[in-house]
C-alpha cells in the first residue's frame, strides 16, 4: 500500500517540521450534515448504520474530498464506537449519544471488557481501505477519544452541563477513576493502531472535555492515559496529533503526553501558544461561526489565523471545533482558497 508522504502532502510535511509552499487545510466535521450529498444518504440510513456500514462510512468520508481542495481526510466514524464492544451501547437516535444506564460503579467498569478492534470494528478497517483506493494521494486521519471524554461520556451517560459525576469519582475515588482511564486508554490505543494498520497516515485524538478539570486534575488524571496512547504509537511512525478543547491552561501538561502535534479551540490564541511551544506544530483555530458570516469577515479572520500560525513551528489551518450543520458549503470552499493563497510575511 503507497501512503502520502511529506514530500507528497502539504499536511504531513507540516507534522514532519517542515514549511511547504501552501498552508494546509481540514477541518473537524468536515464529511457531515453541511453537505447536501451527506443528507441525502441519511435519509436513508441512521447515523449507527452510517458509522458501521463501510461503504457508507467510505462514501460519507470522500464527500468533502471530491467537493473540497482539501490536504486530508478524517475517517468518518464516532469516538463512542469503540465503547459499544466493550459493553456501552450509546443510543444515537434521539439526537446526542445516550447511555441507558449511566456507568457508575466500580462492578460497571470492571465489567467493560477489552476487545480486538479487528474482530468487533472491523467495519472501520475496511471503510479506511475503501477510502484509501480511491483516493490514495490524500491523507486519511485516524482518530479516537481521549481517556477523560470517554469516561465523561460513560459515567455521565450522554453529554452534561456540568459533569458532576465524572468528577465526583474522581474527588471521592480517585483509585477507581485511574483504572478506568487506564482501560479507555489501552482501547483507544488498539484501536488506532488497527486504523494506522489499515492505512491512515495520521491520528488524532480527541480531548473534547479537557476543559472540565482543574489543570492539576488534569494533569493527573488526563494526561497519563493520552500519553500511553501516544506511546503505543510511536513505532508506527505516523503523526499524532491532540486536540484539547478548552485547554490550552494545560498547555505544559500537554506537551508532556507525546503528541507530534495540538489541536487548539478557537479561544486559544495560536501566537501565545506558538511562543509557549516553540517546537511544536500546532492547529487550528477558526471559530466555526465565522462560517456564518460575510465574505469579508470569514477572509479577514481566516488571515488571522494564518499570521498566527505564521508563529508556529508548523501551522495546520482548521476550525477551533467541528464545522456547523448549517454552515454553508460555500463559505467552506471561500476558506479554503483563503488558506492556501496565505503567503507568510518575510
Not at 443510543?91 to 479487528?118: C, M, N, Y
Not at 490550552?248 to 509557549?276: F, H, K, Q, Y
Not at 498566527?308 to 489551518?317: N, Q
Request: glycine share 8%; net charge negative; with cysteine.
Amino acid at each position: 500500500m503507497t501512503r502520502p508522504t511529506p514530500e507528497s502532502s502539504p499536511f504531513l510535511a507540516v507534522l514532519a517540521g517542515r514549511r511547504p509552499s501552501r498552508r494546509p487545510i481540514w477541518v473537524m466535521r468536515q464529511a457531515g450534515r453541511y453537505l447536501p450529498e451527506y443528507r441525502k444518504v441519511r435519509e436513508t440510513a441512521s447515523f449507527h448504520t452510517m458509522c458501521t456500514t463501510p461503504e457508507l462510512a467510505a462514501e460519507v468520508t470522500l464527500q468533502p474530498l471530491r467537493r473540497f481542495d482539501l490536504d486530508a481526510g478524517i475517517i468518518f466514524s464516532d469516538i463512542l464506537t469503540p465503547l459499544g464492544p466493550m459493553g456501552a451501547e450509546f443510543d444515537f437516535s434521539q439526537g446526542g449519544p445516550k447511555l441507558t444506564a449511566p456507568l457508575r460503579e466500580e462492578r460497571a467498569f470492571e465489567a467493560l471488557e477489552l476487545v480486538e478492534p479487528r474482530e468487533e470494528l472491523g467495519f472501520v478497517a475496511e471503510a479506511i481501505g475503501l477510502v484509501t483506493s480511491e483516493r490514495p494521494e490524500i491523507p486519511l486521519i485516524g482518530f479516537g477519544g481521549a481517556p477523560l471524554t470517554l469516561a465523561s461520556y460513560l459515567v455521565e451517560g450522554g453529554g452534561s452541563k456540568d459533569f458532576r459525576h465524572i468528577k465526583a469519582l474522581i474527588y471521592s475515588r480517585p483509585e477507581v477513576a485511574v483504572a478506568l482511564l487506564d482501560k479507555l486508554a489501552e482501547q483507544v490505543a488498539r484501536h488506532l493502531e488497527m486504523q494506522v494498520e489499515a492505512g491512515c497516515s495520521a491520528v488524532q485524538v480527541f480531548d473534547s472535555w479537557a476543559g472540565i478539570l482543574h489543570t492539576d486534575d488534569y494533569r493527573r488524571f488526563a494526561v497519563p492515559g493520552i500519553a500511553k496512547i501516544m506511546a503505543r504509537l510511536a513505532p508506527l511512525g505516523v503523526p499524532r496529533i491532540l486536540f484539547s478543547k478548552g485547554g490550552l491552561t494545560n498547555l505544559p501538561w500537554l506537551l508532556e503526553t507525546g503528541a507530534d502535534a495540538l489541536s487548539l479551540d478557537w479561544t486559544c490564541d495560536l501566537a501565545d501558544a506558538a511562543e509557549r511551544a516553540p517546537r511544536t506544530p500546532l492547529q487550528g483555530n477558526l471559530d466555526p461561526v465565522v462560517l456564518h458570516g460575510s465574505e469579508t469577515e470569514i477572509v479577514r479572520r481566516a488571515e488571522a489565523v494564518c499570521r498566527s500560525g505564521d508563529r508556529a513551528a508548523g501551522h495546520v489551518f482548521n476550525l477551533g471545533h467541528g464545522i456547523l450543520t448549517e454552515t454553508p458549503p460555500e463559505a467552506l470552499a471561500l476558506l479554503i482558497d483563503t488558506v492556501h493563497r496565505h503567503q507568510p510575511e518575510d
